[in-house]
């Protein structure tokens, strides 16, 4: 998938994966650390199902939806991971009230 | 909202975007004595093209190259212009002057900061708003595994992530070289480079050649093209592509003409085919927009200065026609002295004068544009993909859904969209618009300029309906809802 | 009429409805005969169709269809029937044209014009309407009653699932002051002569929570009518365009009509893209009506009144009755209503309007305010001087209708099933006359 390239600055930054402790970097947004924890999908379609992931990393496809700290569709590659955050992948149409 | 309508604007000049354009224009205009506000939906400023310039974990300054290091040129004189800068700003909404309050002149700006919305009331608006990676439709583009070669860049500049496993880079166009060159400076490796520049291309680019020439791009993209051909295996002439996986990219099948199909394993598939402007505020603020044909995109129509047909709204850098990030910079400056020129502080004289080096610098800049254009057009069958090929990725309808309904009497996007759904999911329509507009043309057998463009409304972006109902309301608008 | 206006409930709308004793007035009900012997107003009027039983609707409706020998075309005419305007209106009178048996064309626009059929709110309504016009609510009973019918109709021509759904409506309030004036309002509705009556309730608080337990703290009842609905109203609207294709109906887009005029016993339709025959013409034009009735001795004084609609992103499934506000719609997006504003043709949106339209939702359903605005759009309803539709023939050029109406999804069946085979047949029955723009002219009546 994605890896670090060695000689990088930054610290590092705990947060979870569907519950999974996981690592990423200050900085990181929050898809660009679900890729670099091998998480290539982050959600089903509410249309299909079908899986998807992070496509355009800018804010436009709004492929890389995810549940932050409990709130549903969150655009991941905008908001930034930080400590403790709880990230969680999507399964179709989200829940109103989350 | 009343007694504020007739207090005095928050800022002169809004810019929208802090890419080369919108960095450039804020820093003359704010140092030219405009209140200056600079907007910008990231958390740094630099927009994608100079992404994460201030913070790049990137430490290593040959990985990313000059052209990325002169982004931090512009940060300079931004903080010395006094511009205020609001990075995390996500601008969902410009309001024009309204019709019925011809005393009043202003323009409300929506945005959305911290998780608040708040309107912006400002004398101009100067979008530089950039560019988005132009669809690329392919069987299997919406497969985990397939990105964009721009968003794999800005994993690179924010976060120091390349690819590992199998890659594969397809598409056409300048960007995809850089990246692969970017890769290979990284150590990364890549399985291969699938062109799909159509070889008659060639042909239509080699009168403009004398031009390119002249072009500031030739030297380094020539350099850079050799290099990555002589690393990595490049083919080239494709025809025909697709990604094909269960829940995830297990293959890239390609053919080359009459060749036979060929199959590639891989983790990650990088398209690209070449950028569009990003035209969306522009157009849900009623900008006209026009078909470009050597671009195959449409864009917000302009003067020489950036002035749209809307008032108090300028348009500078590749939101208004893909330029690059050194025309950009220019076009912003440009923009700026006619904002300085049309709120009174400077005469047209001088306005012309100050523009005088900026439009030669702006002229170099573009030398040889067309030669990219022409030679890096995606083909026509990547343009209107075949029939199974999903368009709108977000409402998932297929090429072959629009076709049907374009047999049923829609002729341009805008019904489409009621019948099918296209364009009308959280993107609103960034992914499917030119797409959806070439496969009906193609369809009717007319010019994309004829068949139209979507339609877009404010919130361009999603905001939540709690941000919504928290905005300033007269007594007016709530009796619109209240009382009847 | 067995209307509750007490404020108990705590019946679930199930039983609510035969509480309303729908069921034992059908008894009553003499089965529709399969001629079409009197016109549906009167006739609706005078049975009370209490019924939401669709299969009755269908077969009443179902008569119509003997209505199909079409007259004879006109000389010189390519159409037996052009209709103007690919509206919901005008492509629902065309759809039932074309069941006919007639040869008709569908004269629109091009891919941008004024559109309120593409931004309206998809209610299939009944509740509250036919205050002042008795007849109105009878002729929008009967219209939601052949919906179902109707929806099952354009399935199984085109496969296109409209989403119909009947399981009752609400319309919640905030106050008790507005609770009463809801319950008084519905009382002088249904206390009209003539009116024809459908059961609707009246809900405190606690009933309404059965119902919705997710509702606001400030709604204190609301109003319930069993016989409200919705629909996908865009998948209507490419339900009715697949049904003319697969009829043979010609649909010419980009066919904005210039002027009408009558014409060797026909009509003349200039077009921006040319010339059209027909021996009769529909104007249903919405907006453009205004313009082009007066050509054919009709009028049509409509304006513009804008409303603004926000819809969200898909959500699961939570609220399963249409408000007169808020509906989830079949997709899952929730869509949230709305405005009225004088504001000519500017379908500018008005952040503060949008506002105070987010605000009241999230007053009724809290749960709401953490959802996504995907889109918002601002569209234009089609007003009469009093709101309610007009149909109608010209006296001076018989052949021309007019047909227009601000509630294009609501009255699609009737305007496919049952205004369409008139107007094939020749002319509108007397029952019709109410719907006359002439009654603009006289002063209204107390």
Known sequence: MFRRLPDIAGDRVSFTIDGRPAEARSGDSVA????????????????????????????VCFDCLVTIDGTGNRQGCQVRVAPGMAVETQDGKREAGR | MSDRAMSAPDFDLAVIGSGPAGLAAAALAAGRGLSTVLLDEQPEAGGQIYRAITDTPVRDR???????????????????????????????????????RPGDRRLQIGLSRDGAARMLSVRHVLMATGALERPFPIPGWTLPGVL?????????????????????????????????????????????????????????????????????????????????????????????????????????????????????????????????????????TGCAQQWDETQRCWRPTTDSWGATSVEGVSLAGDGAGIGGALAAEQAGRIAALDVLHRLGRIDRAARDRAAVPHREALERALRGRQFLDTLYRPADVFRAPADDTIVCRCEEITAGAVREAVRLGCSGPNQAKSFLRCGMGPCQGRLCGPTVTEVIAAERGVSPAEVGYYRLRPPVKPITLAELAALPKTEADIDAVLKH | MAKRMGRSGGARPKDRTTLAGAGKKMRDCPKASGVQDEDPVGRLKRNERDSPRDEQAVEFLGAKTGVGTMTEPKRGGEFDIAVVGGGLVGTAVAWGLARTGAKVAVLDEGDVAVRPSRGNFALVWLQGKGMGMPEY???????????????????????????????????????????ETRANAMMRLHNQPEMVRYPYEVLDRAALLKE?????????GGTYCPLDGHCNSLRLLRALHTGLERSGVAYRPNHRVERVEPRDGGFRLTTAAGEIRAGKVVLAAGHDSARLAPMVGLEAPVRPQRGHVIVTEKTAP???????????????????????????????????VSS????????FFPLLAKLNVVRSWAALRVLSPDGYPIYEQSATAPGAFVVTCHSGVTLAANHALTLAPMIAAGGLSDAFKVFSARRFHVPQAA
């Open chain 1, 32 to 59: 660009a650390a679900l890729l670099a924890n091998g998480v290539a999908a982050c959600r089903n379609t509410p249309v299909s199902g079908a899986a998807r992931g992070p496509y355009c990393m800018m804010g």
């Open chain 2, 62 to 100: 040959r990985v990313l190259g000059p052209d990325y290091w002169h982004g931090a040129e512009l940060l300079g004189p931004l903080r010395d212009s006094g511009a205020a800068h609001w990075p995390g700003s996500t601008v969902w909404s410009v309001a024009r002057p309204r019709e019925d």
């Open chain 2, 148 to 284: 964009g070669a721009g968003a794999a860049q800005i994993l690179l500049k924010t976060s120091g992530l390349v690819p590992s496993g199998r890659v594969v880079l397809a598409g056409t166009g300048p960007l995809l070289w850089l990246l692969a060159w970017q890769y290979l400076r990284a150590g990364a490796a890549l399985d291969a480079i699938l062109d799909t520049t159509p070889r008659a291309n060639w042909r239509a680019a080699l009168p403009l050649l004398p031009a390119f020439l002249r072009s500031p791009y030739l030297g380094k993209g020539a350099k850079l093209l050799l290099e990555v051909r002589r690393k990595v295996k490049v083919v080239d002439g494709v025809t025909e592509l697709r990604a094909e996986g269960e829940g995830k990219l297990a293959a890239v099948v390609y053919r080359r003409g009459d060749g036979a199909e060929q199959r590639i394993a891989a983790d990650t598939l990088l398209l690209h085919h070449g950028v569009v402007p990003n035209l969306n505020l522009a157009n849900a």
């Open chain 3, 137 to 179: 609510a009878g002729w929008t009973r009967a219209s939601t009653d052949s919906w179902a019918g109707f929806a099952e109709m354009l399935l199984e021509q085109t496969g296109v699932d409209v989403a119909f759904r009947r399981p009752g409506g609400f319309m919640p309030v905030l106050s008790q002051a507005e609770l």
């Open chain 3, 212 to 220: 919705m337990p997710f509702i606001g703290p400030e709604v204190v």
């Open chain 3, 318 to 352: 939570f609220l399963h009755h249409p408000t007169g506000y808020v509906r989830q719609t079949d997709e899952g997006g929730v869509m949230i209503g709305d405005s009225f504003e004088e504001a000519g043709f500017d379908t500018t949106l008005q952040p503060g």
């Open chain 3, 356 to 363: 105070a339209i987010a605000e009241r939702a999230i007053r």
